[in-house]
């Protein structure tokens, strides 16, 4: 047995930079902070891979099945002899997983910062920031009840917050970090209802068990029929619509464009490796439960799949490389959603949420790897509009060739990471539901186009006028680039069958090539595609986007979501729900109070006059009043 | 002493110093001639205690004593009252008792 105690240290140590960092970090030059904050990650990554070596390759399995440990726990609130609130450290496959993603993609952007943030007003602050959201994301993934998950949950939807604001003179980027915490807010209603709910009718809050072959969960809360689906099927789609709040899933995705007024190392971690796959990450922590619930699974595949068309089809249409980047995001989790949803429990049957998982880990590399590139070209071109740009490939080197792994890794080209972890997913859509795989043969052909739309419109094509000679980003800029292209391109190659499967036991697998080899084709016909109409700057792009008319100004314009939602706030809610209330509160609240104090003031004021300071008025007063009193009391003893 | 003259003449003497005090205290505007109705009142109360004494109880002197306290208290009252119309005087350079009206709303 090994002590695993030590892992505690993984949450404190980047809680520990925060608080130094944030409280004396003005007093520091900012380069101290960054150091160590920079050091912090350093440690905690190498804590993280430790751990995963130790707990995937040293570990003892019992009956051929990968452990689940509790590290580390403390009883924080006890409520009742069975409800209590814990905060420890909870490992299994796909905790340990999460964090190697977190601590390297946190670790990579550290050292990009150093480079990318040099200078900028509140250097010091962006650091302590990232601390505080790198302990916070850690605490999610090691959570080991649903109520600590809640609570770190919160703390990314702050940190996320404060990071997107972290231009706080730009009223466009106070708008967006409003707007992400409003949104994300609302859905985290959602998730807390699921939370009561199912903590009310289970009686715990533990993953262990919750999620264990004889969860509670399985049994209680079935009998109470609402709107034709039982309460645990209701809770699960609370839970999920947090999840899909975080995640940026349709309906709940208009934060996350927005987003990207943050500073672009933020969005390379937050708003495209970590925070948002936390939903993904909730939904497979509650796997067994939302297989035992299929109502609610059918409805996390749908939202995944169609998010993954939506985002892709609005993505073709966008010039700003971060918003193109972000739209890409959101489909690329639509893709993990999805392979959840169809995935089943245990063995191969269990294909899809290992492809899901998988996905996310090799996702996270290319596509911190694409924010982090993308943010080396507009530190550049000090720009973030593909059609100012152009003809980079000579003057970035390094960036343009880990920017085209990354895009070969996200469209799908072997042997880079996305062909094996899409694949999969691909393979476990095709056994449960065909209509979804098709959707996701068909997003597979977008995102290869456009990303490499993208590609070339950065790269290729015509020199645009600069304002001064585009040079190649700093050491510490270049190097996370080059580390994460080395994993993307070789993380496909982790037999994840072996190590996170749902029920922890490793299962056999091979590629499909009946399946890949169309994925690929199709993959190839998005490239070409995009090779033939933007690698040389034409009309031809133009004349199609105006044959298509109404359909491509719709995308252009994200489908109007979020006009829609400004017209059910401003016009529906404001005007027939905020407005009422508004009155009523000030007419009828308010004016109940005010007539108390008028009335009040208006005795006041007339009888006030009979304390006149006129000493003989007062005697007066005494005295006729101890003559009444007098003569009522003659008149009571006479009688 | 005193013998022969009944008790009624003692309480009309008392009741109509009481109501002149009263009335003084509450018509009249100088703080001096307010302290005299004071005064008034009191030695009315002073004559009923020595007449019930002697009337009722000739035995105790209690009525007499008391009377004599009065009197001392009241010496000490009108020195503390003269003390603060001095004062006021002072102040206000006035002893008429409606200018002293700023202790109100």
């Known amino acids: 047995m090994i002590d695993f105690s030590y892992t505690i240290w993984i949450l404190l140590i980047p809680l520990l930079v925060f608080v130094v960092t944030g409280l004396t970090g003005h007093r520091f030059k900012p380069i101290v902070t960054g150091i160590i904050g920079t050091t912090g990650l350093g440690v905690v990554f190498l804590l993280s891979v430790y751990t995963a070596y130790k707990y995937f390759f040293v570990l003892d399995k019992v009956e051929g099945a990968f452990q689940r440990l509790l590290a580390f726990n403390f009883t924080w609130l006890h409520l009742t002899e069975k409800l209590h609130i814990d905060i420890g450290v909870l490992l299994d496959p796909i905790s340990v997983m999460m964090l190697i993603v977190i601590s390297t993609v946190s670790f990579m952007v550290h050292i990009y910062s150093l480079g990318y943030m040099r200078g900028e007003k509140g250097f010091a602050r962006f650091f302590s920031l990232l601390s505080l959201f790198s302990f916070s994301m850690l605490g999610l993934v090691i959570a080991t009840n649903i109520f600590q998950m809640y609570i770190f949950w919160e703390l990314v939807g702050v940190s996320s917050f404060l990071l997107i604001g972290f231009y706080y003179e730009k009223d466009s980027a106070v708008a967006a970090s409003k707007k992400a915490f409003i949104v994300t807010r609302f859905a985290d209603l959602g998730f807390l209802i699921g939370i009561l709910v199912l903590s009310y009718t289970t009686g715990t809050f533990d993953f262990i068990t919750l999620t264990g072959p004889d969860s509670p969960a399985f049994t209680s809360g079935q009998g109470i029929m609402f709107l034709g689906m039982s309460t645990m099927t209701w809770s699960m789609l609370f839970i999920f619509m947090g999840g899909a709040g975080k995640s940026a899933m349709f309906p709940l995705h208009i934060w996350l464009p927005d987003a990207m007024e943050g500073p672009t190392p933020v969005s390379a971690l937050i708003h495209a490796a970590t925070m948002v796959v936390a939903g993904v990450y909730l939904v497979a922590r509650m796997f067994p439960i939302f297989h035992h619930e299929q109502s609610a699974l059918e409805i996390v595949a749908w939202v995944g799949g169609f998010t993954s068309l939506f985002a892709a089809v609005i993505a073709c249409t966008q010039y700003d490389i971060k918003r193109v980047l972000a739209y890409s995001t959101m489909s690329q989790i639509g893709y993990m959603m999805l392979a959840l949803g169809v995935s089943g429990y245990g063995g191969e049957e269990g294909l899809g949420y290992m492809a899901s998982m998988f996905h996310l880990f090799t996702h996270a590399f290319f596509k911190a790897l694409l924010f982090l590139g993308a943010g080396a070209i507009i530190h550049a071109v000090h720009s973030n509009y593909m059609n100012e740009m152009g003809g980079l490939r000579k003057y970035l080197p390094i960036t343009h060739a880990t920017f085209l792994i990354a895009c070969l890794a996200i469209s799908g080209i072997p042997p880079f990471a996305g062909f094996f972890s899409k694949d999969e997913i691909l393979v476990a859509a095709f056994h449960h539901n065909k209509a979804l795989f098709a959707i996701e043969y068909l997003v597979a052909g977008m995102t290869a186009f456009y990303m490499f739309r993208l590609y070339f419109n950065v790269f290729w094509g015509k020199e645009q006028l600069y304002h001064h000679t585009p040079h190649e980003a700093p050491i510490t800029m270049t190097l996370p680039l080059i580390i994460l292209a080395i994993g993307s391109t070789f993380a496909g190659f982790i037999p994840f069958t072996k190590l996170v499967t749902s029920d922890s036991l490793p299962f056999e697998t091979h590629t499909e090539w009946g399946i890949a080899i169309p994925s690929i084709l199709i993959a190839l016909a998005g490239i070409g595609i995009a090779t033939m109409l933007y690698m040389k700057k034409s009309e031809t792009s133009k004349k199609i986007a105006m044959a298509l008319g109404g359909f491509y100004t719709a995308a252009y314009s994200k489908f109007y979501i979020d006009e829609v939602y400004l017209f059910i706030t401003k016009k529906i809610l404001f005007n027939y729900v905020s407005r009422p209330v508004a009155w009523f509160d000030r007419h009828i609240v308010d004016g109940t109070m005010n007539q108390f104090a008028y009335v009040t003031n208006l005795v006041s004021d007339k009888i006030k006059g009979f304390q006149s300071g006129q000493l003989q008025q007062y005697a007066l007063a005494f005295i006729s009043g101890v003559i009444a009193l007098a003569l009522l009391f003659i008149y009571l003893w006479t009688n | ?105």
């Open chain 2, 1 to 105: 002493m005193f013998e022969g003259v009944p008790i009624h003449w003692f309480l009309v003497l008392a009741t109509a110093m009481f109501f002149i005090g009263i009335y003084g205290f509450l018509v009249r505007k100088n703080l001096i001639t307010m302290l005299m109705s004071i005064e008034l009142i009191l030695n009315s109360v002073c004559i009923n205690f020595v007449a019930f004494n002697k009337i009722l109880f000739p035995e105790h002197l209690e009525g007499m004593f008391f009377t004599l306290f009065i009197i001392a208290v009241a010496a000490a009252e009108a020195s503390v009252a003269i003390a603060i119309i001095i004062n006021i005087y002072r102040r206000i350079v006035n002893i008429d008792v409606e200018k002293m009206n700023e202790m109100k709303y």
